[in-house]
């Protein structure tokens, strides 16, 4: 009897293997391909005959298969001495590339798309049918997407130290991709985050990795049976993850404790505010504003004035929150809805189920459509209408 395998723990493996391949002078491109070879090869052997070494397995396959490749090419002066310089057999060193390989797929050259995609491929260890599937277009889509990300960070020395900034922008892209096909793109994310957590000491990473398990301890109350979407004040609290709760304030709270704020653990401050509350009315939503106040000082992006002006209408009344969102451009998404339910706070529900049958016409997803659309009808309801 075989026993199964472990796909994550494999996953965790390529950097380092990778990263081998590279120092060894492979060119990054067909050293990625050759660890994807290397991957579904011990998809085929490790249930039934598992490596004692695994990770050295990885590597001596995957060279073997860059090597085959090489030997195929038209170079063969550099072939041959590619197949002299191979290493004897042995130990791997161990030498945690992780960082690099981060920046690496992160390299601003890149559009975040492939950033994206590039960074689950050679860092996250998934497979182009994987990803064309999480993304929701065709594999060879996918396929070029990815080969023009590899040709163009093919060469890129990394000397100097890379943007993390940079780096924290394309895991929370993943994040906020959620779920679909047959890869959890949240829960690989915060795998992700955790690894580059492990390799670099940065309260950002920190905040970004606590404001993942705050936004993925409630997913299982953020659509009801019927896959409608659920509000934050009407989800169901019993069934949050308490634990990832819990480990999402620790990390955030010894971040916050080395006073470099920055935008994530802003983020995170305001989600454990959320999570930190019994019921959606015990919400503080005074230090919610004022958390808000300091993201608009690190960022001042539009999408945090819009956010603040609803906490303001809950914590000083929709009339406020409404004299807030005055100041926020109209044309961002969302901003109808967001005036809809202040009005709907307001008591003004021809306004608000108006406001909600337009936001509805807006909406980016079916789900956000028919969200806006039962709120409109039954406000209309409620009007006798």
């Avoid at 050293?31 to 070494?53: G, S, T």
């Avoid at 401050?269 to 808000?292: K, S």
Wanted: hydrophobic share 45%; glycine share 6%.
């Amino acid at each position: 009897m075989t026993a199964p395998l472990d796909e994550a723990s494999v996953r965790s493996l390529v950097p380092g293997v990778l990263a081998v391949l590279v120092r060894r002078g492979a060119d990054f491109a067909a050293a990625e391909d050759a660890v994807q070879e290397a991957l579904l090869e011990a998809v085929r052997r490790w249930p039934a005959d598992p490596p004692r070494d695994a990770r050295g397995w990885l590597v001596a396959v995957a060279w073997n298969r860059y090597l085959d490749a090489w030997r195929a090419d038209s170079s063969r002066r550099r072939r041959e001495e590619l197949a002299g310089e191979e290493p004897a057999p042995g130990p791997v060193p161990d030498v945690d590339d992780t960082l690099w390989l981060y920046f690496l797929c992160a390299h601003p050259s890149l559009t975040p798309s492939s950033a994206v995609a590039l960074t689950l491929r050679a860092v996250g260890g998934l497979t182009t049918r994987q990803i064309a599937r999480a993304y929701l277009v065709p594999e060879a889509t996918m396929a070029q997407r990815i080969s023009r990300a590899k040709r163009t960070v093919s060469g890129v020395r990394l000397d100097r130290p890379g943007d993390v900034a940079t780096v924290l922008r394309v895991l929370y892209l993943v994040f906020n991709e959620g779920y679909s096909g047959d890869v959890d793109l949240a829960a690989e994310a915060v795998r992700l985050t955790r690894r580059l957590a492990a390799v670099v000491d940065h309260p950002e990473v920190s905040g970004l990795l606590a404001l993942m398990l705050l936004h993925h301890a409630r997913r299982a109350s953020r659509t009801a049976p019927d896959g409608s979407l659920v509000p934050l004040a009407e989800q169901d609290r019993s069934r949050w993850d308490t634990a990832a709760v819990a480990e999402g304030i620790g990390i955030l709270q010894a971040a916050l404790a080395r006073d470099r704020l920055g935008e994530f653990q802003a983020q995170a401050a305001v989600a454990a505010l959320h999570a930190d509350a019994p019921t959606a009315e015990e919400t503080d939503w005074v230090q919610i504003v004022e958390w808000y106040d300091e993201l608009a000082r690190l960022t001042d992006n539009p999408v945090v004035r819009l956010n603040r002006a609803v906490a303001v209408g809950e914590a000083d009344g929709p009339r406020a929150g409404l004299a807030a969102l005055a100041a926020v451009d109209p044309a961002l998404p969302r901003h109808t809805a967001a005036a809809a339910y202040l009005h709907e706070r307001d008591g003004d529900l021809a306004t608000a189920a108006r406001l909600y049958a337009e936001a509805a016409r807006k909406a980016h997803s079916v789900a956000e459509r028919d969200h806006l659309t039962r709120r409109a009808a039954r406000l209309n309801a409620a009007r006798g209408r």
